[in-house]
């Protein structure tokens, strides 16, 4: 009686993973900044991105880190060693936490590879992942129309839209494509639209399992947003 | 130009962090739950705590649970190794973050074994925590009356209360307390006036660094109550 399991279970439960544990890694962080700021304020201000900041607190101690400021003397208190382990040992379960998304992130790409690799050329891994599980499945969103494709992700803006006349949405998780992040405000639209019209084929490419045709895909899109 | 770090700091960071990584703890094992319930979905039944299913799901194969399950035949599919792998390799690292908690929590109860030993006999660790940050310090806690301890952590319900004439609260994170849990209804609130007025003497004892009573507090308190 085992059920039959479709790849497209593997792509969601992964994707949907990752993206809980960039929660998880955010939350965390911004934890890690206030406790790292009671020893040495000055690299919160400093430093932005949450990956290099756990980095940093784990590889250099507080001296290394001044000079890399260039500052003489700290804000911050000095800390007994028993209470800054702590401190560096939440950290260090950051970093283990940015790593295991990674490792998703490459899963997510290889069995995309495998199920569905003309979108995975177009989409990438994390956004194709989204689609599918907003199609619900590959099959669902290999019957759907390019338009639908354009605005998976998307449905709170559309039925705001169709609730109460609001400006529709021209695109949802594609929104996050460097294509689309790339073009000029008012060319976002377009682009998404070209985009979604060659994921169209390539998702009924995947589908019916046809030849490889990424690349050519990818190249005309190219060609026609340039 | 070093700030002075008070012990509360600490505290306070330490149960933020706790709090924090325990939400990570229920997210992430959600995703596992439904993740792993393609492979063997009679264990998500079965096994309601988190910790719990992350060791079963670490330590025992499929034959073995079902076995433990009395069980015959899964449900579920069978998967390809790279395909267990990511799931079992996200429950090795919710395992992490549960360690890193519970280390977390002993690093947090040695501190205010320090800082606060005669609160801590009566609240526990997290709890006393909880009450530290709801005051900002214990200073500021040490200069509050009873009923205001009594209180803390109940601050939405008691501004509910003042604006919309809704019932006052009896309790904030005394709720909480294994005492005011094991109460009967009718007598929580009794029971956490009792407990916040010892709390209200031993955090004066701790702020002005006197003597240990927190055992002779507990006992006079078990003693009114039982």
Not at 26 to 31: H, Q
Not at 173 to 193: E, F, I, P, S, T
Request: charged share 30%; hydrophobic share 40%; with cysteine.
């Amino acid at each position: 009686v085992s059920a039959s399991v479709n790849p497209d279970n593997f792509i969601i439960n992964a994707v949907n993973s990752v993206e809980e544990l960039q929660k998880s890694i955010n939350a965390l962080s911004k934890r890690l900044r206030e406790w790292y700021s009671l020893y040495l304020p000055e690299a919160d201000k400093r430093i932005n991105d949450n990956e290099a900041f756990v980095n940093l607190v784990i590889k250099k101690d507080k001296h290394a880190l001044l000079r890399e400021f260039t500052v003489d003397e700290s804000a911050g208190a000095e800390l007994r060693e028993q209470d800054l382990r702590p401190v560096l040992s939440l950290a260090k379960l950051i970093h283990a936490l940015a790593q295991e998304k990674q490792q998703l992130e490459e899963y997510l790409e290889k069995t995309m590879q495998e199920h569905c690799p003309n979108m995975l050329t177009l989409t990438g891994a994390l956004i194709g992942a989204k689609l599918v599980r907003g199609a619900g499945s590959l099959k669902k969103m290999a019957l759907m129309r390019s338009s639908t494709i354009q605005l998976l992700g998307a449905e709170k803006a559309l039925f705001r839209h169709i609730r109460t006349g609001a400006r529709p949405p021209k695109y949802g998780y594609l929104m996050q494509h460097v294509m689309v992040q790339g073009a000029k405000k008012q060319d976002k639209g377009k682009v998404a639209r070209a985009l979604a019209d060659k994921i169209f084929l390539a998702v009924r490419v995947d589908y019916f399992r046809g030849e490889f045709i990424g690349t050519k895909l990818l190249k005309e899109l190219k060609d026609k947003i340039k």
